[in-house]
């Protein structure tokens, strides 16, 4: 099955700097890599999502690259503010309708982000 | 549209009992899936289910099981609950547009064992 591996662990950034998240992927077949942020009490919030068929999306200060090749895919969180503070999940699946939706998870980021 | 609503969000049941859950996903979406979040084990897929069919199963024993409505709200159960069953129970639901899909999380139930 799917193996998703997720660095790091923690991270701690400064007020204003970026943040990178790298994601690492094993099934060639996935094809849908979506970015989690959970609060603490609150359940995952989807923040950003890429399939395979782009190498980048950007949302305002968010962004995710995919590199299918080496099957790794990154969230980037420029101009960062305290209310980034949360743990960060990637996932990945197949995707497709019909059965394959399955999300296997990385096992978090908790960013901290210090004024 | 109001969100993934999940029932109750905390409860606290001792061995052996068995408890349910319920989730009642985004209007129109027709999947619902059910995850298990721990510290140590992270997020795990239990069960997808799709048109009251479970259409996707994770790798938990037969005491975790599911089930869905004709309305597409969820419910799980576990039955002989055991101390590891603790967690954070998370329901997502989804829509499919374009034959893909995107899940949105609940924000789930706490679930203590004693």
């Known amino acids: 099955g799917e193996n998703v591996e997720q660095h790091p662990s923690t991270l701690s950034v400064q007020e204003g700097d970026s943040a990178v998240i790298k994601c690492t992927y094993s099934d060639s077949a996935s094809n849908y890599f979506p970015w989690y942020k959970q609060e603490l009490g609150k359940g995952p919030q989807l923040i950003i999502d890429?399939?395979?068929?782009?190498g980048e999306k950007k949302d305002q200060r968010i962004a995710v690259t995919l590199n299918k090749t080496a099957k790794h895919f990154s969230l980037h969180i420029t101009e960062t503010q305290p209310e980034d503070s949360a743990v960060y999940f990637c996932?990945?699946?197949?995707?497709?309708?019909?059965?394959?939706?399955?999300?296997?998870f990385g096992t978090g980021t908790r960013l901290t982000i210090i004024p | 549209k109001a969100g993934v609503t999940q029932t109750p969000r905390y409860l606290i049941k001792t061995r052996g009992q068995q408890v349910t859950l319920s989730c009642s996903p985004i209007s129109g979406h027709r999947s619902v899936s059910w995850y298990q979040q721990t510290p140590g084990q992270g997020l795990q897929f239990l069960f997808e289910y799709f048109s009251e069919t479970q259409r996707n199963k994770g790798n938990f024993p037969g005491r975790f099981s599911g089930r869905q409505f004709s309305n597409s709200r969820s419910e799980m159960n576990v039955s002989t609950l055991e101390l590891g069953d603790s967690a954070l129970y998370l329901c997502?639901?989804?829509?499919?547009?374009?034959?893909?899909?995107?899940?949105?999380f609940g924000p789930g139930t706490r679930l203590l064992v004693l």
């Open positions: 997502a639901s989804s829509f499919q547009a374009g034959g893909q899909e995107t899940q949105y």
């Open positions: 890429i399939r395979s068929n782009v």
């Open positions: 996932a990945a699946s197949r995707g497709s309708f019909g059965g394959n939706e399955k999300l296997t």
